[in-house]
């Protein structure tokens, strides 16, 4: 799919060549990584130069735009590598060690972190492991050409490692790739175990012998190991991997809530000891400098859990047969939306002006009554709260007192929640409860009357099926 604009309408193409720093937070990869590199922000800079050192780099990496200012995109795997697994923890898991693994290093997890330009928000987009994508053309190990060809998108990772799977992802997502996160099982655990552990939440009882996972009903608070078990567990939920990108993705968004804690953030041991278990279970490309986290890191220390949206790429077909067994087709109209907001570096979700309510306007019923000396005035209030979309419940009138200046919002305590939306919609309103008043409520306008603004009802966006880092675990 194409989902790139033209080099003239990309934000990507002012300001001319990029100057070398920003960027890194690097950390957050395959279900946890993502808390790391938001937490760097908070910070980790104050020992940029230590964890500079601590960080392994895959040097000269292809495919990367090596980009440091502006809007940043980074492709964050989390392979299956057991490097830094005790003996004990790969018995636990069943996963082996990487001295007994007899297979090759494989991607477990694939998510596109996007930084918006502007610092004030970040989205991470699972991609599936089994997307059936077209691989490009490429040599291999062995020094032979090979043609381009279909296959799942995580065999990408196993033909050719980082740059085949990094120039597969641009090929099939139409996006600027700016740098490249690694990290393998271990990096999970720590990081999970350096904040003490995180919440999760499981909507049945689980005992899975295949990953380790063993957890009540409800939420739970979990230690790294079974922290990972639970992001990897694999047919605990009826659909399959894309139950296990979304349990990702809220464990992502729980590791961020519990980082970025006032118990993490000002506590200098715990703090340097969840940074160093990030940066030290990561490698990343060659170019992400020092001098880049730091700008980086204070660039984006204002984001907020609700500011952090997750989602994975929108999907057609989730048992695809294929010549190389079931895959998933992703919806390229819907894909093509979200590549195209990320690459142009727009919101993937608008958010609407004015105050968010839980009580929509429709339904609350008012009565406009005139507190003033003011002709037609409570007539004129009434055609507004009508256009606005509250309902008209009785014609305007006349109020017993006749010297009010700002609005009154008379309503029964019964209705605490409905006068909530009214006071957001007249925020200098004085609001007067009025005992067995009953459903309708009383706008009371005097002379310095101004129509209402606009309110927009909370609601979660399921359009794409979007979640943020501030949602609940066990949302």
């Not at 490097?83 to 898991?93: M, P, V």
Request: include cysteine; glycine fraction near 10%; charged fraction near 20%.
């Amino acid at each position: 799919m194409s989902a790139a604009l033209p080099p003239e309408l990309s934000p990507r193409a002012a300001g001319g060549p990029p100057s070398p720093a920003k960027r890194r937070w690097v950390t957050r990869v395959t279900t946890a990584l993502a808390a790391v590199v938001f937490l760097t922000s908070t910070g980790g800079w104050v020992m940029a130069t230590y964890y500079d050192v601590k960080l392994a780099r895959i040097p000269g990496l292809s495919g990367l735009s090596g980009d440091s200012t502006g809007p940043l995109t980074i492709l964050i795997v989390g392979s299956d590598s057991r490097e830094g697994l005790s003996l004990a923890e790969a018995r636990k898991l069943g996963t082996g060690t990487a001295a007994n693994s007899s297979t090759g290093q494989r991607s477990d997890t694939m998510m596109l972190l996007h930084i918006a330009g502007d610092r004030k928000s970040a989205t991470v987009v699972s991609l599936p492991r089994d997307s059936y994508v077209t691989i490009p053309a490429h040599t291999d190990s062995a020094g032979k050409k090979q043609p381009a060809s279909k296959n799942k998108l995580n065999a990408a990772y196993a033909l050719g490692g980082a740059p085949l799977l990094i120039d597969t992802v641009k090929a099939e997502t139409g996006l600027t790739i700016d740098h490249y996160v690694e990290v393998g099982f271990a990096g999970v655990v720590n990081m999970v175990d350096a904040l003490g552990g995180v919440d999760v939440c499981v909507p049945n009882a689980v005992d899975d012998w295949r990953s380790g996972l063993k957890l009540p009903a409800g939420k739970s608070h979990v230690d790294g190991l079974m922290g990972l078990s639970y992001v990897r567990a694999r047919y605990i939920d009826p659909t399959a991997d894309i139950g296990r990108m979304q349990r990702q993705q809220r464990f992502l968004g729980s590791m961020f809530q519990e980082a970025t804690t006032a118990q993490v953030l000002l506590n200098p041991v715990k703090l340097n000891a969840f940074l160093a278990a990030a940066l030290d279970s990561v490698t990343v490309d060659d170019g992400m400098s020092r001098d880049m986290l730091l700008e980086l890191a204070g660039e984006i220390q204002g984001l907020t859990p609700k500011d952090i949206r997750f989602l994975t790429v929108p999907l057609s077909d989730v048992n695809l047969a294929t010549p190389v067994g079931s895959a998933v087709e992703w919806d390229q109209k819907k894909a093509a939306l979200v590549f195209g907001s990320i690459e142009s570096d727009q919101p993937l979700i608008k958010e609407k002006k004015g105050p968010t309510v839980q009580v929509a306007p429709a339904d609350i019923d008012v009565q406009v009554l005139n507190g003033s000396e003011v002709d037609g005035l409570a007539t004129t209030a009434s055609t507004h709260l009508d256009r606005a979309g509250y309902t008209i419940a009785a014609a305007p009138g006349n109020d017993k007192r006749g010297d009010v200046t700002s609005t009154i919002i008379r309503y029964d305590p019964q209705w605490n929640t409905s006068a909530k939306t009214l006071q957001a919609a007249f925020p200098d309103a004085t609001l007067e409860e009025v005992s067995g008043l009953g459903s309708t409520f009383q706008v009371v306008v005097g002379t310095d009357y101004v129509k209402p603004l606009k309110v927009r009802v909370a609601r979660k966006d399921n359009k794409l099926g979007s979640s943020t880092a501030a949602d609940s675990v066990c949302g």
